[in-house]
Nanobody, 123 residues
């Protein structure tokens, strides 16, 4: 089993920056795809960024957000710059075990999830 815990969310003004971190406990996550998703009120959960042997980003965050991988216990961070009010959402860390040729943008493909951290961007 794997437990993921996000941290780093908060309230920031438009144009500001935040860094989200995802800490892991349980089995090693050395060979997994890690991703960040987000969910705003009354909206579906959407893919933000993913990392495996490469990185991919949603069009809406490309050039502003950077996903990076640290180590097995703190497997992924999301550096968010030039934040916009539309980035306001609960952000979730997710892990997909196994080897896959492409990074999935689909939430149901991920095996483990954190509890989420709120990011609020004021205008």
């Amino acid at each position: 089993q794997v437990q993921l815990v996000e941290s780093g969310g908060g309230l920031v003004q438009a144009g500001g920056s935040l860094t989200l971190s995802c800490a892991a406990s349980g089995r090693t996550l050395s060979y997994t795809t890690m991703a960040w998703f987000r969910q705003a009120p009354v909206k579906e959960r959407e893919f933000v960024a993913g990392i495996a042997r490469n990185t991919v980003y949603a069009t809406s965050v490309k050039g502003r957000f950077t996903i990076s991988r640290d180590n097995a216990k703190n497997p992924v961070t999301l550096q968010m710059n030039s934040l916009k009010p539309e980035d306001t959402a609960v952000y979730y860390c997710a892990a997909r075990t196994g080897f896959y040729p492409l990074i999935s943008y689909t939430a149901k493909d991920y095996d483990y999830w954190g509890q989420g951290t709120q990011v609020t961007v004021s205008s």
